[in-house]
């Protein structure tokens, strides 16, 4: 593509320079308007170019939200399954509720931006981020544990999985956005 835009603009310059070869501008008028014609060509050319890299550089930051979604989507996956297996009525509000924060940073990914494998991602780790806050919804402290260690424990390949397909293999360790939060919330007790 840029060969062919470089094709194009050297045409482009060529044919300005033969024309005005032939018709060479005479009077400081013609001169002003030659002026004012390339003026506006570099304009327009200058325009172009802008716009392409705003392109760019959107598809790319798209791309960036949509591999940090899935991985904070993977992360806290982990975190609530290790909560499920400790019991850990703390850690599982606490984590439930990042889920929570993880799914509306999911939804600010804007789709029309995404190429066919990050949508499918993004689209496929919204539906269960949706089913596990379902699936969480009336989980108290007494409640099954082993079923919804199973539930995430189930889930995680196939978030790992998305993020290997997408070139973005899952980390060790959590987002850095959420250091703090669960010392933020205080008590969790009757949420």
């Known amino acids: 593509m ?3 835009g470089g094709a194009a603009i050297g045409a482009g310059i ?4 033969v024309v005005g070869w032939i018709f060479r501008p005479m009077t400081s008028g013609e001169w002003a308007a030659w002026v004012q014609t390339l003026g506006v060509l570099v304009a327009m050319l200058w325009a172009v170019r802008l716009q392409v890299t705003a ?3 959107s598809l790319r930051q798209a791309g960036q939200v949509a591999a940090m979604f899935a991985s904070h989507m993977h ?3 982990r975190e609530l399954n290790d909560a499920c297996i400790k019991r850990s009525w703390d850690d599982y509000s606490v984590h439930r509720r990042i889920l929570q924060e993880v799914l509306m940073q999911g939804r600010e990914v804007t789709l029309q931006l995404l190429d066919g494998r990050s949508l499918a991602m993004v689209s496929s780790l919204r539906t269960i981020a949706v089913e596990a806050l379902e699936k969480t919804e ?3 402290n007494t409640g099954n544990w082993m079923h919804l260690q199973l539930y995430f424990d189930r889930r995680l390949p196939s978030i790992a999985a998305w993020l290997s397909a997408t070139g973005n293999p899952p980390e060790s360790s959590g987002p850095t956005d959420y250091a703090g939060l669960r010392t933020s919330f205080g ?3 009757g949420s």
Not at 14 to 17: K, M, Q
Request: net charge positive; aromatic share 16%.
């Open 2 to 4: 840029r060969k062919l």
């Open 14 to 17: 060529g044919f300005l320079i």
């Open 55 to 57: 392109s760019r550089q």
């Open 75 to 77: 992360w806290v996956f």
């Open 138 to 140: 009336g989980h108290t």
């Open 187 to 189: 008590p969790m007790g």
